[in-house]
Nanobody
Framework: QVQLVESGGGLVQAGGSLRLSCVAS????????MGWFRQAPGKEREFVAT????????YYADFVKGRFTISRDNAKNTVYLQMDRLKPEDTAVYYC?????????????????WGQGTQVTVSS
């Protein structure tokens, strides 16, 4: 059974930092893209960042470029999201996703496993 477990969310003041982690179990994702999405209250889930299976290519939503950094450790089956210079509008539930396919550069949401989410709240 595949499981993705996020951690690292919490309450932080604007301008602060958080580091999210997502540990996968049940199969290896060392050959699959992984990524992060988020969903704010009353809004649809949106893409945040994704990283190629090799870690060589990373893609970000415009609203996090220069502030967030995605990385992965394939030996630990883990993906990270370093979030700096947080803003109140970054408040959301953050979800980890792992693509079911191999040799992928980006996560296809219709072909992904999902974590349960971790709450990030940024106060002004």
């Amino acid at each position: 059974q595949v499981q993705l477990v996020e951690s690292g969310g919490g309450l932080v003041q604007a301008g602060g930092s958080l580091r999210l982690s997502c540990v996968a179990s049940g199969r290896t994702f060392s050959r699959s893209a992984m990524g992060w999405f988020r969903q704010a209250p009353g809004k649809e889930r949106e893409f945040v960042a994704t990283i190629k299976w090799s870690g060589g290519s990373k893609y970000y939503a415009d609203f996090v470029k220069g502030r967030f950094t995605i990385s992965r450790d394939n030996a630990k089956n883990t993906v990270y999201l370093q979030m700096d210079r947080l803003k109140p509008e970054d408040t959301a539930v953050y979800y980890c996703a792992a693509d079911r396919r191999e040799n992928t550069a980006v996560v296809l949401t219709t072909a992904a496993y999902w974590g349960q989410g971790t709450q990030v709240t940024v106060s002004s």
